[in-house]
């Protein structure tokens, strides 16, 4: 078990790492004193596998629990999702010190963060999220939201969570893919600052690549724990995003753009992000930022732990128009955050297109 601390003076909060940590979750409920009314907040195919049991466990403690679905996708992480759920909790009469338990993947997390943050102008909120991803970086941080029909993620608010609890157990029930997915980010943390954790990956290269997080239960373990340290170290120093933050787009301005292209229904964001990375590595070269040996190395252990960098021809040559709906371009300026060797970064905002051009039709 670990626990890691989000340091933001009274809104300081913990990181849970544990296997079963969301039945015990339930069993230390009423030492908690967060009100009677607990919404948990899930995707129906979640309901079975872990709200159920969390109800039940809660319940047991004297909470009255209710849980609440929306549909999975980014297709429902709307504002239409945020009413509905709003109008269950006023018919429900939830009160402010009442609290909503985000449970699921990223989406979960930033819609349920997102209702707590305006449901009376804010209630308690838990992130106890179940995916990879959402364990190693989205429920960490407090940015929640939705999507409008112009683009990802563009209405929400900074809100941060009471406590975030990452059941280690519930990896055994992703697939292969969500898993390789979530293991972008963590390769991400390595690339960006943390040199010993890229040297874990290294060493554990061909037990991470096999993504049995049974098997290797304790390698995982380290991966999300050392990632969630990475990721609330960077929120502690710059919450809202005014420097050190950014750095955690690497990769990120392509990826989007890979995605947009794509009409998100191609590559997962992981996957995208992933190859971002290796772009951000290219253009990096080309700049004169990064060593092609560190380059060569970034890319050696991507390829290790079984990520697909590739891009098609004809997919490379129509994303340029992509990378300005990015949400970080500024004055109609593109920023890229940039490797400058493993575990240190730069963000460049004197990209060319002509750069990005000889960047994007070098890749296959
Ligand atoms: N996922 C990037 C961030 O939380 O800033």
Known sequence: MSEINVNLADRSYPIVVEKGAISRLAKRWHSLDLGTNVAIITNPSLVNLYANKLKTGLEREGAKCHILTFEPGESHKTLASVAELLDTLLALKFERIDTIIALGGGIVGDVAGFVASIYLRGIHLIQCPTTLLAQVDASIGGKTG??????????????????????????????????LCGLAEVVKYGFIRDVALFDYMYEHAASIRELNVTKDASIWEHLVTRSAANKADVVSQDERESGLRETLNLGHTFAHGIEAATHYTVYLHGEAVAIGMRLAADLAVLMGELAASDRDKMIQIMTLLGFDLSLEKRLSE??????????????????FVLPTGIGSTTVRKD??????????????
């Not at 999507?147 to 992703?174: A, R």
């Open 146 to 179: 939705v999507n409008h029909p112009t683009g990802k993620n563009l209405i929400g608010s900074f809100y941060q969570p009471l406590m975030v609890i990452s059941d280690t157990d519930t990896l055994s029930s992703l697939s292969k893919r969500e898993l």
């Open 318 to 335: 129509s994303l340029l128009p992509y990378f300005y709906q990015d949400k970080k371009v500024r004055h109609g300026k593109l920023r």
């Open 351 to 364: 990209v060319s297109e002509d750069l990005l051009r000889a960047v994007l039709s070098s890749v296959v």
